[in-house]
């Protein structure tokens, strides 16, 4: 079970579970089975269902629940919910999974994560330009060229994580809260606008949840002092299949 202020993150590489895959799907529900099939490629089938399957492994371990029985509500924007807590959210970038949860009454709302694949994107200037906010543009044109692809990840990943924790969803505006997107300096949100209805950007933290050298990933949580407790999918796989 959970401790209070305490978060569990778990990452996953798809690739190396499709072993697990017949033993995953029986803990889905009939609607969760149903959306799985609804994908022609076989591949993002599978995706689909190990990704939902170690996602109820991991809930299942903390709340100290059978897997296949946690029944899951839906919000407006169709994110899932488990009534009564814990919070916990969900990205994926094709192979890559990231899971967070908390032990938060209020589930859906509070706790954002999102990862990428380290790459360059052609673009990244005229994005930032666009929708960053203009401390985080002044921020990115001083980034070293070496450092700017992971600078612009930084900023995306830190921003698509806030965004999911405030269940705003895409209809909020992206240059209306700033983030630290300098590579070595510690992840934070530096502002919030008033109009955003967020609160303070004190009143929130950001994590780096990078695993490796090829991924970016960012957790933000409403609230302070949190503790971060990774919780390997080898330990999920071998206590729950």
Known sequence: MMKDGEIR???ADLRTLTGQ???LRPL???DEAEHAARYKVAEL?????LRRGVLRLMLGRCVGRAPETLAFDYGPQGKPLLPGGPAFNLADCKDDVLMAVAPAADSGVDLGVDIERMRVLPDADGIAG???APAERTAFAAVPEPLRAEAFLNAWTRKEAFIKATGAGLSMPLDQFAVELTPGRPARLLSIDDSLGAGRAEDWSLFDLRRTPDT???LAVRGTGWRIVTMPVDELLSNGT
């Open 9 to 11: 993150v778990c990452h």
């Open 216 to 218: 970016v990933a960012a």
């Open 21 to 23: 895959l017949e033993a």
């Open 45 to 49: 089938r599978d995706r689909c269902v």
């Open 28 to 30: 889905l529900s009939p």
């Open 130 to 132: 666009r929708f960053f």
